[in-house]
């Protein structure tokens, strides 16, 4: 069974830095491309950034390029978020998802639970 | 503003049929890049319904079916029922922008 579990979210100020996790298991990470998705309370979805199979090829949003890095560990079936310079309107449930291949840019085939992201001074 | 436009919302009878609409351009849907689209129910995360235009994962009932035609897309389901109601949203890639893009998203009520 396919599991994605999000972890690192929480309260930050605006202008700090964040950095969020996503442990996977029951595929073989290294094969498959990883998104990040995002949820503003009572909003629609916004892709955030993905990533191909072997960090080779990696899109971003233009609302978070330049201050979002995406990055995966496939020793650790791992990806990761880091967020900097964080803004009140980055406030959001975080959704880490597994693509339906090796390359980004197609469907997100399987959805974690989320973590929630919230920045408040 | 979405690059991808959905109807905020759509209703209808249990036992009827609905279309949600995804309207589109040439940097996308119109530039040939597949649409799929995804159910959320309040609370918990997007599950996929229809993947590559028309295709639907195991598990999904042949209620819900999709059609893409130029710049748009539609997703249909027939015989509402009640468990239906939920958040829908199409994707896209977008050329332009290299980068995935929803929808808004369409709200349905089952009345």
């Known amino acids: 069974e396919v599991q994605l579990v999000e972890s690192g979210g929480g309260l930050v100020q605006p202008g700090r830095s964040l950095r969020l996790s996503c442990a996977a298991s029951g595929f073989r990470f290294e094969d498959y491309a990883m998104y990040w998705v995002r949820q503003a309370p009572g909003k629609g979805l916004e892709w955030v950034s993905g990533?191909?199979?072997?960090?080779?090829?990696?899109g971003y949003a233009e609302t978070v390029k330049g201050r979002f890095t995406i990055s995966r560990d496939n020793a650790k079936n791992s990806l990761y978020l880091q967020m900097n310079s964080l803004r009140t309107e980055d406030t959001a449930l975080y959704y880490c998802a597994r693509g339906d291949s090796s390359s980004w840019g197609r469907y997100l085939e399987y959805w974690g639970q989320g973590i929630l992201v919230t920045v408040s001074s | 503003q979405s690059v991808l436009t959905q109807p905020p919302s759509v209703s209808g009878a249990p036992g009827q049929r609905v279309t949600i609409s995804c309207t589109g351009s040439?940097?996308?849907?119109?530039?040939?890049?597949?649409v799929h689209w995804y159910q959320q129910v309040p609370g918990t995360a997007p599950k996929v319904l229809i993947y590559v235009n028309n295709y639907r994962p195991s598990g999904v009932p042949d209620r819900f079916s999709g059609s893409k035609s130029g710049t748009s897309a539609s997703l249909a389901i027939t015989g509402l029922q009640a468990e239906d109601e939920a958040d829908y949203y199409c994707q896209s890639y977008d050329s332009s922008l290299s980068g995935v893009v929803f929808g808004g998203g369409t709200k349905l009520t089952v009345l």
């Open positions: 990533m191909s199979w072997n960090s080779g090829s990696i």
């Open positions: 040439s940097s996308n849907i119109g530039a040939g890049y597949d």
